[in-house]
C-alpha cells in the first residue's frame, strides 16, 4: 500500500503561481513513477505530467508545458508541481498519482482556483 498526502493548492489570480506538493509513505520503490492528474467541473479527469523517481525525466500535457514543472525529492518520497502563469482553465482538483508496477494510486485531490 501507498499512502499520498498532497497539500498547496488554493485561490490565486490570473498569472499567479503555485506549488503543489505530495508525499508518499509506505511501499515506495525508487523505480516507481509519481504524476499528476486534474479534473475541472462537469469535464473528465486529464493527465497534467509525470516523472520517474529513479531518474526525474519528466512528461507534461501540451495544455501545461511550458508553464507547469514537476520535480521529485526521492529522498523524501515527495513529487512537486510548480505551476506558474495559471489561468482560469487551469481550475480544478488536482490529484497526485502514484504508479506502481501492480497498482496505481491516487491522493484525495487539492483544489486549485484560478480567478480572472
Known amino acids: 500500500q501507498v499512502q499520498l498526502d498532497e497539500s498547496g493548492g488554493g485561490l490565486v489570480q490570473t498569472g499567479g503561481s503555485l506549488r503543489l506538493s505530495c508525499a508518499a509513505s509506505?511501499?515506495?520503490?525508487?523505480?516507481?513513477?509519481m504524476g499528476w492528474f486534474r479534473q475541472a467541473p462537469g469535464k473528465e479527469r486529464e493527465f497534467v505530467g509525470r516523472?520517474?523517481?529513479?531518474?526525474?525525466?519528466?512528461y507534461y500535457a501540451d495544455s501545461v508545458k511550458g508553464r507547469f514543472t514537476i520535480s521529485i525529492d526521492s529522498t523524501k518520497n515527495t513529487v512537486y508541481l510548480q505551476m506558474n502563469s495559471l489561468k482560469p482553465d487551469d481550475t480544478a482538483v488536482y490529484y497526485c498519482?502514484?504508479?506502481?508496477?501492480?497498482?496505481?494510486?491516487w491522493g484525495r485531490g487539492t483544489q486549485v482556483t484560478v480567478s480572472s
Open positions: 509506505g511501499r515506495t520503490l525508487s523505480s516507481d513513477a
Open positions: 498519482v502514484y504508479y506502481s508496477p501492480s497498482l496505481t494510486y
Open positions: 516523472v520517474k523517481r529513479i531518474d526525474g525525466i519528466s
